[in-house]
Antibody
Framework: EVQLVQSGAEVRKPGESLKISCQVSGYNFAGYWIAWVRQMPGKGLEWMGIIYPGDSDTRYSPSFQGQVSISADKSVSTAYLQWSSLKASDSGIYYC??????????????WGQGSPVTVSS | EIVLTQSPGTLSLSPGERATLSCRASQTLSSTYLAWYQQVPGQAPRLLIYGASSRATGIPDRFGGSGSGTDFTLTISRLEPEDFAVYYCQQSGYSPHTFGGGTKVEIK
């Protein structure tokens, strides 16, 4: 059974750093792109970027380039989303999701449960 | 960046009625790259349709997708109580893989 299990809720202050995780099981982690998607409170879905764990090829949305860092560790079948200096506007729920096939040009068929992030002074 | 515009913003219907949701792309898009998701409040999105018209695994046949070029449609033939949710389209052909703003289907 394919599963994506994300790390829990986080509360941070502006300027702090944060790294959230998405541990997968039930399939070959290295062979499928993983996406990160943001959902701000009461708003829609925003595509942040993707990573191919097999070779760490990473692509970012221009809206998020330079604001976050996406990485993956094949040894523990886990993808990460990281901030070096959080802003209040980073508050939201962050989802990881797997691409439906090994292509980067297909939709997302399995999703994590979401990691709520609250940034407040 | 391809912009996806969904309409209407909110659709108020009764159980058993037919729902028609629209997704318009800012430039021509191969139907291969158009997908639809359902999001129930408090849950992660769920893939419904990929390739504009193919149902994902386990999706009931009351959900149907169609369209080509810049205009795509999600149809729910007879609304069940569990279908009242927010629906998003997404394109995965061009980076960034943008989502539409969503259509909320609410109980009338």
């Amino acid at each position: 059974e394919v599963q994506l299990v994300q790390s829990g809720a986080e509360v941070r202050k502006p300027g702090e750093s944060l790294k959230i995780s998405c541990q997968v099981s039930g399939y070959n982690f290295a062979g499928y792109w993983i996406a990160w998607v943001r959902q701000m409170p009461g708003k829609g879905l925003e595509w942040m970027g993707i990573i191919y764990p097999g070779d760490s090829d990473t692509r970012y949305s221009p809206s998020f380039q330079g604001q976050v860092s996406i990485s993956a560790d094949k040894s523990v079948s886990t993808a990460y989303l990281q901030w070096s200096s959080l802003k209040a506007s980073d508050s939201g729920i962050y989802y990881c999701a797997r691409h439906r096939t090994s292509s980067a040009y297909v939709p997302l068929d399995y999703w994590g449960q979401g990691s709520p992030v609250t940034v407040s002074s | 960046e391809i912009v996806l515009t969904q309409s209407p913003g909110t659709l108020s219907l009764s159980p058993g009625e037919r729902a028609t949701l629209s997704c318009r792309a800012s430039q021509t898009l191969s139907s291969t790259y158009l997908a639809w998701y359902q999001q129930v409040p408090g849950q992660a999105p769920r893939l419904l349709i990929y390739g504009a018209s193919s149902r994902a695994t386990g999706i009931p046949d009351r959900f149907g997708g169609s369209g080509s070029g810049t205009d795509f449609t999600l149809t729910i033939s007879r609304l069940e109580p569990e279908d009242f949710a927010v629906y998003y389209c997404q394109q995965s052909g061009y980076s960034p893989h943008t989502f539409g703003g969503g259509t909320k289907v609410e109980i009338k």
